[in-house]
């Protein structure tokens, strides 16, 4: 290593050079302040800075951490936690994401992709209580949990389960999962709707990440931060919400609320704060999108040039090259194909519009002349850089190209490829979804119906092992679909045979329907076909079916003046 000088930049900054190359030395406020006060101390600790910049430039083992090289010289990023490199930028991530996601069709595409498959129609619960630990017979064990099932059912597709009353419960997760995915977080506070005719009163009150901030605007602070209150340990102890959106309530009156994160002496949930959290000690969370925004907007604007210069170059464009001085405005009446005009440009100083339309027939005044103008668009380059841009995008995003842009022409296997690496994507965050929200909801309902005695499970709230017992379920929704159904039947089949599935996981993965409601349609649709002598379609036999049996007249369920068992259980529980 040749000698080092220190150069000091017009910022204030020191670089040390090397073999004509810069590295920089940090130098901070506090440096700066020693020496104005303590030249002697300042300049040893300049110099422990000047050494510990060239280390870091010649002594490590890693090119990745150098500033000597060239292409690394300039590359200094900063350091910190994850609050204090995330709350910075927050609130531009947040809406530069909401924006892309309402104009940037890949931008949109992402999400709704995205809530449309871990989502779907919904996650529905299945009630799978452990049995061993509750000492419950198989058959108890079921009857519970079919009684449980449609009772949840009977609050989750009413809009009573919503404090607004607009969106039922499936329809709730696809508005918090979206929003996650769009603001980075999102809360819900479990509240209490009186109003409800429902016998358990549980209402969810769902809360955009704007709204949760400090009360009064106020700078976070140790226990404090972006409305969340936390204890030493880090735990969320309450959250502050504002009474509106404070940036779009500027001059207005805003109010705060806090709220408990847990109940002092229940400890219940109260607030369900859904977030991705990739960093310790992270108390936000991040956009989808906020590290391919700047792509995104490229494209955006790219796609829009290409698509107006295309436009352009679809009409009769000319220049017209005036006679002399005494030209006048050409007349121009529309043509045979009549088009209105499209686009208009004044003339500088002439006073008349130029205006551009399909079929245009343009009367010129003597001596003016034409030249066209050929902006050789559609460009042929177009395609395949957006597809190359889009394909780096699909990596950040976790979503494969092919599945981004709904584009399935490779072949069968590339296809099936690219729906099953975005499957293993969606399955995870299926499964965060269920862990963040739906389990939290189906165990709060479950604590309300236990305690109001609408359900009958006995140690409820004696036990936490108990209690996880009783409350154990199972959430299935939307398969995943099929290129070729009667491959995936087959291979379901082959696996059911050599014992590594089981018929009701293969049913549960091929739509999320159980496989023993399945089995009793079937039943009933087998004895339906019996009874009108119709020979059932799947049936490999060749012999007519047996003439139907007389069967003997009997009224309904409920039809007999008296309600069926079933009726007397839900209405006269």
Known sequence: MSATSLVRSAAGGYSAMVDGQAVPVRWNVVDRAIASVAPAWGASRLQARVGHALFSAY???????????????????????????????????????????RNSPLAGGAIGTSVTNVVGTGLAVLPRVNARVLRLSPA?????????????????????????????????????FGSVLEAGDHCVILARNEKSPLPVKLALQHVEADRLCNMGRAPDRPGLVAGVEVDS???????????????????????????????????????????????????????????????????????????????VSGLFTVFISAGGPASVMPSAVAGSAGGAASGSSTASGSGWDAKLGNGLVVELAKGDSVSTANPGRPNAAFEPFVTAITRQIGLQLQIPFEVLTKHYTASYSAARAAMLDAWRFWKVRRQWLVFEFCQPVYAAWLDEAVA???????????????RAAWTRAVWTGDGPGSIDPLKDVQAAGARVRLSISTLEQESLQHDGVEW???????????QLLAEQGLRDPTDEGRNPPAAPPSAPSRPRPGHDGAPSDLVKGRWQR
């Not at 009684?147 to 329809?171: I, K, P």
């Open 59 to 101: 002594g490590g083992g890693y090119n990745g951490a150098s500033f000597a090289r060239r292409s690394l010289a300039g590359w200094n990023p900063l350091g910190g936690d994850a609050d204090s490199q995330i709350l910075t930028d927050l609130r531009e991530l947040r809406e530069r994401s909401r924006d892309l996601r």
């Open 452 to 466: 109001i005695g609408l359900i009958r499970a006995p140690g409820y709230f004696a036990d936490p092992a108990i």
């Open 233 to 311: 340990d880090g735990a969320a102890l309450r959250y502050h919400f504002a009474s509106a959106n404070p940036e779009r309530r500027i001059g207005a009156r805003l109010e705060w609320t806090s709220v408990e994160a847990w109940g002092p002496r229940s400890g219940r949930q109260n607030v369900i704060h859904a977030f991705e959290r990739t960093r310790a000690g992270q108390t936000r969370g991040v956009p989808m999108l906020a590290a391919v925004i700047e792509p995104l907007k490229q494209l955006e604007r790219y796609t829009e040039a290409e698509l107006m210069a295309a436009v």
């Open 516 to 526: 023993d409601q399945k089995v009793t349609q079937r039943a009933r649709e087998r």
């Open 140 to 176: 108890e064990a079921a009857a519970w949990q079919e009684n449980v099932a449609g009772d949840f059912e009977l609050w989750a597709a009413s809009v009573h389960s919503d404090l607004t009353r607009v969106q039922n419960f499936y329809l709730q997760q696809g508005l918090l």
